[in-house]
C-alpha cells in the first residue's frame, strides 16, 4: 500500500505562484511514474502533469510554460512548481502513483494510487 500526502495549497494572487508537495510512504517511490491532477466542482479530473522515474516529463497544454514538475527520490517526494497562476487554475490539485496504465498521448491515467488532495484558490 502506497501513501500520498499533498501540502503547500493556498491562496494566491493572480501572477502568484505556489509549490506543491506530495510525499510518498509505503513503497519504493523511485520505482514510480508520479502525476498531478486536479479537479474543480462539477468538472471531470483533470491531468496536470507526469513525472516517470527516469525524470521524463509531460505536461497539459494549459500549464505548459507555467507549471514545472520534478522529484526527489531520496526525500520520496514530487513537487508541482506553480508560475503565473491564473483565476481558473483554481481547483482541489491530487497527487496520484503507479497507474495500472498510462498513455502519455493521451494523458490517460487507470488506477494507481492517490492523495487526499490540497485546495489551491487564485484569486484577487
Known amino acids: 500500500q502506497v501513501q500520498l500526502v499533498e501540502s503547500g495549497g493556498g491562496l494566491v494572487q493572480p501572477g502568484g505562484s505556489l509549490r506543491l508537495s506530495c510525499v510518498a510512504s509505503g513503497h519504493t517511490f523511485s520505482n514510480y511514474l508520479m502525476g498531478w491532477f486536479r479537479q474543480t466542482p462539477g468538472k471531470e479530473r483533470e491531468f496536470v502533469a507526469a513525472?516517470?522515474?527516469?525524470?521524463?516529463?509531460d505536461y497539459a497544454g494549459s500549464v505548459k510554460g507555467r507549471f514545472t514538475i520534478s522529484r526527489d527520490n531520496v526525500k520520496s517526494t514530487v513537487y508541482l512548481q506553480m508560475n503565473g497562476l491564473k483565476s481558473e487554475d483554481t481547483a482541489a490539485y491530487y497527487c496520484?502513483?503507479?497507474?495500472?496504465?498510462?498513455?502519455?498521448?493521451?494523458?490517460?491515467?487507470?488506477?494507481?494510487?492517490w492523495g487526499e488532495g490540497t485546495l489551491v484558490t487564485v484569486s484577487s
Open positions: 496520484a502513483a503507479d497507474p495500472s496504465s498510462y498513455d502519455p498521448s493521451t494523458w490517460t491515467w487507470e488506477g494507481g494510487y
Open positions: 513525472i516517470s522515474r527516469t525524470g521524463e516529463t
